[in-house]
């Protein structure tokens, strides 16, 4: 699995981290979104996908490998 963001779609909502918080961060500043792991192992699948799921604006990419 790889995971994209596009941080200039993003809104600041928070919904990836609290779905996914191993894998994204958001910035203190404004709140946008930050990867954490690119890569992240099979165990985070799930909450990845959740995340990108669950994003309002589709800042997420998600591509299975």
């Keep these: 699995m790889k995971v994209f963001i596009d941080q200039d ?18 910035r203190d500043e404004d709140g946008v979104v930050i990867l954490l792991n690119p890569d992240p192992p099979a165990e985070l699948a799930d909450d ?11 800042a997420i990419r998600v591509e299975e490998e």
Excluded: E, I, N, Y
């Design 48 to 58: 990845v996908r959740q995340a990108a799921a669950v994003c309002p604006a589709l």
């Design 9 to 26: 779609k993003c809104v600041a909502s928070g919904q990836c981290v609290l779905a996914a918080a191993d894998v994204f961060d958001q």
